[in-house]
């Protein structure tokens, strides 16, 4: 019997830890979420050097949460959510800001946002589905998908810094298709990934079953 209360107490001891929402990296995480507002009314009012200094921090902020989840033992389910939630969240206002034409010299092309916020929609119904029909809770992102959130952001400093000074012509195009073939690629790796992710659950399940 004090052996059960024991086992009880460090499990629920464990999952407090790993809980834990009031963490330093996590309030460092919702700051990042606070400043989307002001990279918005930066665009709109044409600051576009306050534009990419929001950038630049958003970006700071999110190694630092990161490094400091790992280096002191920091590590939450919370953050494990909040992080790519905040990611998304700038890099999609972002997109979405410097599409509309508000005077600025330079524009991101209307088809590339609508291509990069279905590939993220599509991503999110996979996740949903994968959670919901094969009870699938770890979906780690690919090399293709982090590469394509890292050509996203730097197509975003792009755009922001070819509207404060002049860069060569060629520089914007080529985010604009580099960011395109990203999106397509690391789409159709999702529905293969996926795939593989449904075929190693069901095996398990299946001899999880044999073995029973």
């Given amino acids: 019997m004090i052996e059960e209360v024991k086992t009880k107490g460090k499990i629920r001891t464990e999952v407090e830890r790993r809980l834990r929402p009031l963490t330093l990296p996590n309030f460092i995480t919702l700051m990042r979420m606070a400043i989307v507002p002001f990279f918005v009314i930066a665009v709109a009012e044409g ?3 306050l534009a990419l200094w929001t950038l630049i921090v958003a970006g700071l902020t999110d190694a630092l949460d990161g490094w400091m989840a790992r280096r002191f033992d920091m ?4 953050g494990a959510y909040l992080d790519p939630i905040a990611d998304k969240l700038l890099l999609v206002t972002a997109y979405v800001t410097l599409t509309i034409p508000m005077g600025q010299a330079v524009v991101i092309p209307v088809w590339l946002t609508i291509l990069a916020l279905f590939r993220d929609f599509f991503i999110m119904v996979v996740v949903l589905v994968l959670y919901l029909v094969e009870d699938i809770r770890s979906f780690p992102p690919s090399v293709l998908g982090k590469a394509t959130t890292l050509m996203h952001i730097v197509t975003i400093g792009v755009v922001l810094l070819a509207n ?3 860069v060569p012509l060629w520089l914007p195009p080529l ?4 960011s395109f073939a990203l999106v397509i690629l ?3 790796n999702y529905i293969y990934r996926s795939s593989r992710f449904i075929e190693a659950a069901r095996q398990e399940k299946s001899e999880q079953s044999a073995d029973s």
């Fill in 186 to 188: 690391s789409g159709f």
């Fill in 175 to 178: 985010c604009f298709y580099t």
């Fill in 164 to 166: 404060l000074t002049m």
């Fill in 75 to 78: 590590e939450s389910v919370v």
């Fill in 47 to 49: 600051d576009f050097r």
